[in-house]
């Protein structure tokens, strides 16, 4: 279960934003935009680069320093995390190593996390949307007793400095802006792809700040007894395709799922599905695209058979070209999608297959 | 074994609609649901109690109506069911819904004994948080275990629990001690149809009703509205794009004329994505 569906009454909620008080005293030293790097067998998470982007502006506008944390066991391989920090927007790094922390786990990483921020007092806290970033933003939120808004779409520093995190709720039917008035740090995570990867600054450099893990091995229970990486790899690409195929309902049998996939292949892209299809077993739930599933910014999206709920909207609205291929010209997808086809997609899709494939091959030749 | 599952009655999402005018939600009709990944954390605890005995116990917090949901996860075979609710709780964040189950969780262990395990879904499908089950944990002091796609064993004996739990690119093996708090993933497992047994004991079967003192909780500040550190400041309907798709019109024929004039509509629209295509299509 989750919470408890707060933005439920919109006339109470309005209600509530006048008790603004003033912060405690206690908080007013918290200070600086920080973002939590997400650093794992050797890479940063795109979300957290993604994430240093928006940071940046939050920090500029706050008139603060932005922070990346990087936690992991070896300080070699994090200074080079912290170097990349540098090169997207952080200024300083905080860097805890210790050989305790070369796999996630809940409970060294809260620690560190916890004892950073008691320590460094950041009055924004950042994290990637991820399986481990919400492991351990509700676990961190928890222990400081702070607000922690999850799944943010747009984030906003207002007069009062604080900060306005925008979200959907109710699957998409409604965005709600949240904010932490009177805690600190202002906690909020944001899933792949939603904000833009900043452009690389090349050569930008920053500071690193040493803080280590006061916790030992005996401390704590869970262990890491192995990791199988996934035989399928695509499955955590779909979010960073350039090209995404993806059906709906308007496909009528799962077999048709098919026509979907040979599209996809053509382009070199990626398939997904429309939640019904998930609902209704036909397709994996890690390809499910929308607010409930992943969210996409590809360069080509194309929408066979999908009506387009809002729910789906959220999730594909950062593509740069969508199409949208349906048979009832008043779906809602006509209205988000930049180009549109009146059109049965089952009949539609294996035609524009073949002429992709043909107009592809005849420009290889070419090339 | 005593497990504990915390389940969430939610409104059927896939049937909201916003009043275009007030952007309220409108609630009329729209019927509830258990929350679908609850079930799954459900399923779940039954399996592990009809195989290594125990009892399961549900526990929700929510508005009196939310009893039908809790008659409903008793047809399905939980042993026990617990209904959280008092005003007090009216408007809770994430951070006071797990202060408010927390508490409720412990008079649970004081009342029928400490539980071994607490499971929840993943999130729930009308806020999609998935903040409440790692609160309970922290709070509760369990050791936390979210995003199970297995779990390989488990021996209430000697209190040993592996998991499989799925992580960015793969999935991690963890070994753990109970008591756990487990976030169970979805797909992980069938949900059984109640049997009639089961369904006539849960229409004999009391739900229990607690209100914030029962359930233990001595400071309603930290409940509802007053407990909840983030603020609701607006909700508006989102803004739909300002224009339309521009609509590819062929004459009808041929379906590969239709499909000749797509792609010539694509490449009209955005010149540099034949280059992205080709680049790509070469390395497919």
Known sequence: ?367 | MHIVVCIKQVPDSAQIRVHPVTNTIMRQGVPSIINPYDLFALEEALRWRDQAGGTVTILTMGPPMAEDTMRKALTLGADRAVLLTDRCFAGSDTLATSFALATAIGKIGETWGPPDIVFTGKQTIDGDTAQVGPGIAKRLRFNQLTYVAKIDSLDPESRAITVERRAEGGLQVLQSRLPVLITMLEGTNELRRGSLDSALRAARAEVVRWGAAEAGVEDTAKCGLRGSPTVVKHVFAPKPRAEKAQIIETAAGPVRTQADAVIAAIFARQPGIESDLLRLARHS
């Open chain 1, 1 to 367: 279960m989750s919470d408890a569906a707060k933005p439920s009454p919109p006339a109470a909620a309005a209600g509530r934003s006048s008790m603004k008080k003033e912060l405690p005293e206690h908080f007013k030293a918290y200070r600086h935009v920080w973002v939590f790097i997400e650093y794992e067998r050797g890479n940063i998470h795109p979300v957290s680069l993604e994430l240093l982007g928006e940071g940046r502006k939050l920090a500029d506008k706050l008139d603060v320093e932005l922070a990346g944390v990087v936690i992991g066991a070896e300080a070699e391989a994090l200074h080079e995390a912290a170097l990349s920090c540098f090169e997207y927007g952080a200024d300083l790094v905080y860097r805890v190593a210790d050989p305790i922390l070369a796999h996630y786990r809940n409970e060294p990483f809260t620690k560190a996390m916890t004892d950073l921020v008691n320590t460094y007092k950041p009055e924004v806290l950042l994290l990637g949307a991820t399986t481990l970033g919400r492991d351990l933003a509700g676990s961190v939120a928890t222990t400081l007793l702070t607000g922690l808004t999850a799944d943010c779409t747009a984030l906003a520093i207002d007069d009062e400095r604080s900060l306005a995190a925008t979200r959907p709720t109710f699957g998409g039917s409604l965005m709600c802006t949240i904010h932490t008035l009177n805690f600190r740090p202002q906690m909020a995570t944001v899933r792949p792809r939603v904000m833009p990867m900043p452009e690389r600054q090349a050569g930008r450099i920053g500071r690193i700040a040493d803080h280590s893990l006061s916790m030992a091995e005996e401390d704590i229970v869970t262990k890491v007894l192995r990791f199988v990486p996934d035989r399928d790899s695509d499955k955590a690409q779909l979010a960073y395709a350039d090209i995404v195929v993806a059906g709906g309902l308007g496909l009528r049998t799962p077999e048709n799922l098919r026509l979907v996939k040979e599209l996809a292949e053509v382009l070199g892209g990626d398939y997904g599905g429309s939640r019904p299809l998930v609902q209704k077993g036909w397709i994996e739930a890690d390809r499910q695209i929308g607010q409930t599933g992943k969210t996409i910014r590809p360069k080509l999206y194309i929408a066979a058979g999908i009506s387009g709920a809002v729910q789906h909207r959220v999730g594909v609205e950062g593509a740069d070209l969508i199409l949208a291929i349906n048979t009832d010209a008043n779906a809602p997808i006509f209205d988000f999608a930049h180009l549109g086809i009146v059109a049965d997609a089952v009949s539609l899709l294996p035609a524009l297959t073949e002429a992709f494939r043909q107009r592809l091959s005849i420009n290889r030749a070419a090339s």
